[in-house]
Structures are given as structure tokens and as C-alpha cells.
């Protein structure tokens, strides 16, 4: 049984703990003390993402799901480039990240086609776009009666 969730503070902490990891892989950090964490961290991310995803995906009547799925590409965009910076070696603890960049590989992957999905879901269901451009019968009939 699902229970009642609330996407937008779930997707926001997530977001804000991918930002964390992201700038303090940007410091000079020990991997002696950071490296487990950072891996635990990256594999929550992933895991977590792909849940939010499918239980969102389950719950298309949502009245928000448009803005909750907007944001939850926001988070994926983030934890992309997370990812991304540990594959190109750009943070702190690149030597570390050796033995993990094939799964990380995999990872990216696989988010990289998520973030379409997602985007192809979100233009599919936005109907803010169309619906100025659709007239009703009844504004038509009133209209056509001068």
C-alpha cells in the first residue's frame, strides 16, 4: 500500500543532499574518512530517484505531477552531474573512485535515459501549452452567434 507521500519535500531534500555531496567532492576531503560515505551517498541517490520516479509514474492524476516531475528532473539533472564530475576524475577523490567508475559508468547510463523518459513524459502530459489554443463547443456556438 502506497502511502500518502509528499514528492516536493522528498525531491527537495534529495536534491539539496546530491548539492552536498557534489561541493564537498569539490574540497580537499580525506578519502580515509569520506569515501565509504560518498559511495553509500551516490548509490542512495540512485536508488532513490529511480523509486520516486516509478511511484510518480503510478500516480499520473496527481494534480501537481507535472511541477513534481519537473523537479524531479532537476534532482536527476543533479545527480547526473555528480556523477559525471566522479567519472571525469574532476573531485577530490578520483583515485579512490578507480574500481567504482565501470558501475558508475552504468549508473550514468542508465540516469542519462531516465532524464529522457522523464523529459518525454513531461512534454507529453503538459497541457498548458494546448489548452489556450482549444476552443469548446460551447465558446464556438457563442462565437458563430453574432
Known amino acids: 500500500m502506497l502511502q500518502k507521500i509528499v514528492f516536493q519535500d522528498n525531491i527537495y531534500q534529495l536534491s539539496r543532499s ?3 555531496v557534489y561541493e564537498g567532492l569539490m574540497l580537499d ?3 580515509e574518512y569520506f569515501f565509504d560515505k560518498t559511495v553509500d551517498d551516490l548509490l542512495f541517490f540512485d536508488v532513490s530517484i529511480q523509486k520516486l520516479y516509478r511511484q510518480i509514474q503510478a500516480n499520473t ?3 501537481l505531477y507535472i511541477p513534481i516531475m519537473q523537479s524531479l528532473n532537476s534532482c536527476q539533472n543533479r545527480y547526473i552531474r555528480l556523477v559525471d564530475s566522479v ?3 574532476t573531485t577530490c577523490l ?7 567508475l565501470p558501475k558508475l559508468t552504468i549508473i550514468s ?4 535515459k531516465l532524464r529522457t523518459e522523464m523529459m518525454l513524459k513531461i ?8 489548452s489556450w489554443d482549444i476552443v469548446s463547443q460551447n465558446e464556438l456556438s457563442e462565437l458563430l452567434n453574432f
Open 18 to 20: 546530491i548539492d552536498t
Open 123 to 130: 512534454q507529453k502530459n503538459d497541457k498548458t501549452d494546448d
Open 94 to 100: 578520483k583515485e579512490e573512485f578507480v574500481s567504482l
Open 109 to 112: 547510463e542508465l540516469h542519462t
Open 29 to 31: 576531503l580525506s578519502g
Open 61 to 63: 492524476q496527481l494534480s
Open 87 to 89: 567519472l571525469h576524475g
